[in-house]
């Protein structure tokens, strides 16, 4: 998670402050403790926020999408800067990237109904290239330029004033050759103007221009220790910083007569991505949990607002700022749409959802799970009695914990990387058979109940997906059923030509992996508190493993690899490891392997078919007390609304449908694109055959135990590196498991 948010913090000084070069949740907190401590610089206790979407739709052409460039609030008005493009039909996409887009300066009033677009073009000298914006304590625009001229580069800041959208005043700057990226800029209410930018991309500094003057002050020449971003406060310029997990920011006064960062203001702000806000002595920012506020130095997050009204999965790297004492603009954009999306929250005494109960969706690591925030939204939009919320358990250790102290969630939501089969099999989860069998929404005309009903353990089912990818191997003329046994893989690759490949570029590690998760059923006994991975089954996978993956490349070692595809092509690779998530890639399959591709499972002595990989599955907890709740839970991921931007082929049969009218009706904007090459159109034969195949379909989940997997990577490492033998492998792994289950 920490990874995560590190990458997020040094996306945002791109992305929000838009200054590039041109050349030519809190995860171990309960959702459930929303009220905090206040303070007299705190919102008085029962101010909550409710939020106002504004849709972009009506100002530009409605498939448009954007870069977010920057943003600010001024007296209840907002301010944004972004790149559009807003696609020609008769242009390529790369056409339309390049060439189409135009950068604007967007004006929205507090209401959401004054919204004006002006081309920054038309408010900057003509030749110029906009790198870098900041706002000033009167509202005015300064935009940071580069021109490109036959003696060099040159440089300049303009002030623009926003009420007639002219400039008022330009600022010829000194910049120095080895700067890299702008990132930021700044002005404090002296006039001095603040560039933080990096060098020779690894080191930073900032500069310091005071009004007329050309040459800088430079302040700070070091290391990146993270992404930073400029802030203001009270006319003050600030550098924020976050530490190297992201966990917490230090807040760095800066000024014409300091020349080393030194006594920062921290804050401690997992989980919160995007650029922060600093109001009195608390900061302010945006998580997949809500507006959340923290104090500076060592405490930890005192109070936040989860119910606010908007669908928080369409602010990706959200920049939040203020407009008025009781108002705060949100402005982001959604990585499913790739359009602005802008809130106003606005105080008010009533909480939305005072006389709703709650009901609690936990899972390990969930906090930024888009399809959960999806229905979750959806949920909280229609259910008048409850109110969901998320409970994020750093491992299934805390979600044990949660369950035998009697705090168990009402749902247990998982992904790829979480799996339950352990709860499922000590009955801690429902059996949801009766209640699908009986309910419309999951009826066969509504949902694909084949894939469903290969979730089903022992004919009883625990576990929903809301989507699926498919893995397997794909080829041409494999021996026929949905799978095969490591024996008899072993066969139909020896009765390969000699010149010919069975499988070529995968590691032994992946290929492990591949036929392990799906069968670990076969080797982990949950109810019995038993395993057997000392078995001839489990070495005949290690063997295989061994045999037919590639082994880890030495250090520094130079490897010409031969695209899969090329050796397909040639006739000199039987089958290639392949995913299905789509319409589309299947399309891609059959343009490799021609109609009817052969499509078989990974090696398993049960000869399982495909893996089915889920993004998002839902289950409800055996002992909650709001099970008809729940169930209307469940089926809200399985409304259209949720189904249709789910990761994956979506379970339903309407979002399912709109895929593939997609995939047969390409834009003609893609036609030429490169990206799109290997995904021609859906003809309506290649339709049904992706349909067949669903239908028909084969298959056994992965079972993701993360901390069994821990152990059989790390032990199977040794045998792929020939420190160990089969057996010797088998019965250690064997150990270790036992003594982890037994104390589980």
Same mark, same amino acid.
């Given at each position: 998670?920490?990874?995560?948010?590190?990458?997020?913090?040094?996306?945002? @000084?791109?992305?929000?402050?838009?200054?590039?070069?041109?050349?030519?949740?809190?995860?171990?907190?309960?959702?459930?403790?929303?009220?905090?401590?206040?303070?007299?610089?705190?919102?008085?206790?029962?101010?909550?926020?409710?939020?106002?979407?504004?849709?972009?739709?009506?100002?530009?052409?409605?498939?448009?999408?954007?870069?977010?460039?920057?943003?600010?609030?001024?007296?209840?008005?907002?301010?944004?800067?972004?790149?559009?493009?807003?696609?020609?039909?008769?242009?390529?996409?790369?056409?339309?990237?390049?060439?189409?887009?135009?950068?604007?300066?967007?004006?929205?009033?507090?209401?959401?109904?004054?919204?004006?677009? @002006?081309?920054?073009?038309?408010?900057?000298?003509?030749?110029?290239?906009?790198?870098?914006?900041?706002?000033?304590?009167?509202?005015?625009?300064?935009?940071?330029?580069?021109?490109?001229?036959?003696?060099?580069?040159?440089? /300049?800041?303009?002030?623009?004033?926003?009420?007639?959208?002219?400039?008022?005043?330009?600022? @010829?700057?000194?910049?120095?050759?080895?700067?890299?990226?702008?990132?930021?800029?700044?002005?404090?209410? =002296?006039?001095?103007?603040?560039?933080?930018?990096?060098?020779?991309?690894?080191?930073?500094?900032?500069?310091?221009?005071?009004?007329?003057?050309?040459?800088?002050?430079?302040?700070?020449?070091?290391?990146?220790?993270?992404?930073?971003?400029?802030?203001?406060?009270?006319?003050?310029?600030?550098?924020?910083?976050?530490?190297?997990?992201?966990?917490?920011?230090?807040?760095?006064?800066?000024?014409?007569?300091?020349?080393?960062?030194? $006594?920062?203001?921290?804050?401690?702000?997992?989980?919160?991505?995007?650029?922060?806000?600093?109001?009195?002595?608390?900061?302010?920012?945006?998580?997949?949990?809500?507006?959340?506020?923290?104090?500076?130095?060592? #405490?930890?997050?005192?109070?936040?607002?989860?119910?606010?009204?908007?669908?928080?999965?369409?602010?990706?790297?959200?920049?939040?700022?203020?407009?008025?004492?009781?108002?705060?603009?949100?402005?982001?954009?959604?990585?499913?749409?790739?359009?602005?999306?802008?809130?106003?929250?606005?105080?008010?005494?009533?909480?939305?959802?005072?006389?709703?109960?709650?009901?609690?969706?936990?899972?390990?690591?969930?906090?930024?799970?888009?399809?959960?925030?999806?229905?979750?939204?959806?949920? $909280?939009?229609?259910?008048?009695?409850?109110?969901?919320?998320?409970?994020?358990?750093?491992?299934?250790?805390?979600?044990?914990?949660?369950?035998?102290?009697?705090?168990?969630?009402?749902?247990?939501?998982?992904? =790829?990387?979480? @799996?339950?089969?352990?709860?499922?099999?000590?009955?801690?989860?429902?059996?949801?058979?009766?209640?699908?069998?009986?309910?419309?929404?999951?009826?066969?005309?509504?949902?694909?109940?084949?894939?469903?009903?290969?979730?089903?353990?022992?004919?009883?089912?625990?576990?929903?997906?809301?989507?699926?990818?498919?893995?397997?191997?794909?080829?041409?003329?494999?021996? #026929?059923?949905?799978?095969?046994?490591?024996?008899?893989?072993?066969?139909?690759?020896?009765?390969?030509?000699?010149?010919?490949?069975?499988?070529?570029?995968?590691?032994?590690?992946?290929?492990?992996?591949?036929?392990?998760?799906?069968?670990?059923?076969?080797?982990?006994?949950?109810?019995?508190?038993?395993?057997?991975?000392?078995?001839?089954?489990?070495?005949?996978?290690?063997?295989?493993?061994?045999?037919?993956?590639?082994?880890?490349?030495?250090?520094?070692?130079?490897?010409?690899?031969?695209?899969?595809?090329?050796?397909?092509?040639?006739?000199?690779?039987?089958?290639?490891?392949?995913?299905?998530?789509?319409?589309?890639?299947?399309?891609?399959?059959?343009?490799?392997?021609?109609?009817?591709?052969?499509?078989?499972?990974?090696?398993?002595?049960?000869?399982?078919?495909?893996?089915?990989?889920?993004?998002?599955?839902?289950?409800?907890?055996?002992?909650?007390?709001?099970?008809?709740?729940?169930?209307?839970?469940?089926?809200?991921?399985?409304?259209?609304?949720?189904?249709?931007?789910?990761?994956?082929?979506?379970?339903?049969?309407?979002?399912?449908?709109?895929?593939?009218?997609?995939?047969?009706?390409?834009?003609?904007?893609?036609?030429?694109?490169?990206?799109?090459?290997?995904?021609?159109?859906?003809?309506?034969?290649?339709?049904?055959?992706?349909? $067949?195949?669903?239908?028909?379909?084969?298959?056994?989940?992965?079972?993701?135990?993360?901390?069994?997997?821990?152990?059989?990577?790390?032990? /199977?490492?040794?045998?792929?590196?020939?420190?160990?033998?089969?057996?010797?492998?088998?019965?250690?792994?064997?150990?270790?498991?036992?003594?982890?289950?037994?104390?589980?």
């Amino acid at each position: 998670m920490g990874t995560l948010i590190l990458i997020l913090a040094i996306i945002v @000084t791109n992305s929000i402050s838009g200054c590039m070069l041109k050349d030519g949740d809190n995860g171990d907190e309960s959702a459930r403790d929303n009220s905090g401590t206040t303070t007299t610089d705190l919102p008085e206790e029962g101010v909550y926020y409710s939020g106002k979407e504004i849709n972009f739709d009506t100002v530009f052409n409605e498939d448009y999408f954007a870069t977010l460039l920057f943003s600010f609030g001024f007296q209840n008005q907002v301010y944004i800067i972004a790149d559009v493009c807003e696609p020609d039909p008769n242009m390529t996409a790369e056409e339309n990237s390049m060439s189409n887009s135009t950068e604007y300066i967007i004006s929205v009033g507090k209401s959401g109904e004054d919204i004006r677009t @002006t081309p920054v073009k038309e408010v900057i000298p003509e030749g110029e290239a906009p790198l870098c914006f900041a706002d000033d304590e009167s509202g005015n625009l300064y935009i940071l330029t580069q021109t490109v001229g036959p003696k060099g580069i040159n440089y /300049a800041i303009h002030k623009v004033d926003l009420h007639t959208m002219t400039m008022v005043k330009s600022q @010829t700057i000194q910049i120095e050759t080895n700067i890299a990226q702008f990132m930021s800029i700044a002005l404090d209410k =002296q006039g001095d103007i603040y560039i933080y930018a990096t060098k020779d991309y690894f080191n930073y500094e900032v500069l310091i221009y005071e009004p007329e003057q050309s040459a800088p002050t430079r302040i700070i020449d070091e290391e990146v220790l993270s992404g930073a971003q400029l802030m203001r406060k009270e006319g003050q310029v600030f550098l924020a910083m976050r530490n190297d997990i992201g966990t917490e920011i230090a807040v760095y006064e800066l000024g014409l007569g300091k020349d080393k960062l030194d $006594n920062p203001i921290t804050y401690n702000i997992e989980a919160v991505s995007g650029n922060s806000q600093i109001k009195g002595e608390y900061l302010y920012g945006i998580s997949s949990e809500g507006l959340e506020i923290f104090s500076k130095t060592d #405490s930890q997050k005192i109070y936040t607002w989860r119910d606010m009204g908007i669908n928080r999965n369409n602010y990706g790297l959200p920049g939040l700022s203020f407009l008025s004492d009781t108002a705060i603009a949100v402005v982001g954009s959604s990585g499913a749409d790739s359009k602005l999306h802008l809130a106003i929250l606005e105080q008010t005494s009533q909480a939305q959802n005072a006389e709703r109960k709650t009901l609690v969706i936990g899972g390990v690591s969930i906090s930024v799970d888009t399809d959960l925030q999806n229905t979750i939204d959806a949920f $909280n939009v229609t259910n008048k009695k409850y109110y969901a919320e998320v409970v994020n358990y750093s491992d299934m250790g805390d979600l044990y914990l949660a369950i035998l102290g009697g705090n168990a969630p009402d749902l247990i939501w998982g992904n =790829q990387d979480s @799996t339950y089969s352990a709860l499922e099999e000590q009955g801690m989860l429902m059996d949801l058979t009766d209640m699908v069998s009986d309910d419309p929404v999951f009826s066969k005309e509504n949902v694909l109940s084949n894939i469903l009903s290969l979730y089903q353990k022992n004919d009883k089912l625990y576990t929903l997906p809301l989507s699926v990818t498919l893995d397997g191997m794909v080829g041409t003329g494999l021996p #026929s059923g949905a799978g095969w046994t490591p024996e008899e893989f072993t066969s139909y690759a020896e009765s390969l030509p000699e010149d010919t490949y069975a499988l070529y570029g995968v590691s032994q590690m992946d290929l492990f992996e591949d036929a392990v998760m799906p069968s670990m059923d076969a080797f982990v006994d949950w109810d019995k508190r038993e395993c057997s991975f000392n078995s001839a089954y489990f070495e005949s996978l290690l063997v295989w493993a061994g045999k037919y993956g590639e082994k880890e490349k030495e250090e520094n070692s130079v490897t010409v690899v031969i695209p899969a595809d090329e050796l397909i092509q040639n006739g000199e690779l039987a089958m290639e490891l392949r995913m299905i998530s789509s319409p589309t890639s299947y399309v891609s399959l059959e343009k490799l392997f021609g109609e009817n591709p052969s499509i078989k499972g990974f090696p398993s002595a049960e000869r399982n078919g495909v893996t089915l990989t889920s993004t998002a599955t839902v289950s409800i907890y055996s002992g909650t007390e709001n099970s008809e709740a729940a169930w209307e839970f469940v089926q809200t991921a399985f409304s259209a609304k949720v189904q249709e931007s789910v990761g994956g082929i979506p379970m339903s049969r309407a979002a399912l449908d709109k895929e593939i009218q997609a995939a047969e009706n390409l834009p003609a904007f893609m036609e030429g694109d490169p990206e799109y090459s290997t995904y021609p159109e859906m003809s309506v034969e290649s339709e049904q055959r992706f349909r $067949n195949l669903l239908e028909t379909l084969s298959g056994t989940p992965t079972d993701n135990q993360a901390d069994i997997w821990a152990i059989l990577r790390e032990e /199977a490492a040794a045998y792929f590196s020939g420190q160990k033998s089969a057996a010797e492998t088998a019965e250690i792994i064997q150990n270790r498991v036992e003594t982890m289950v037994r104390e589980s």
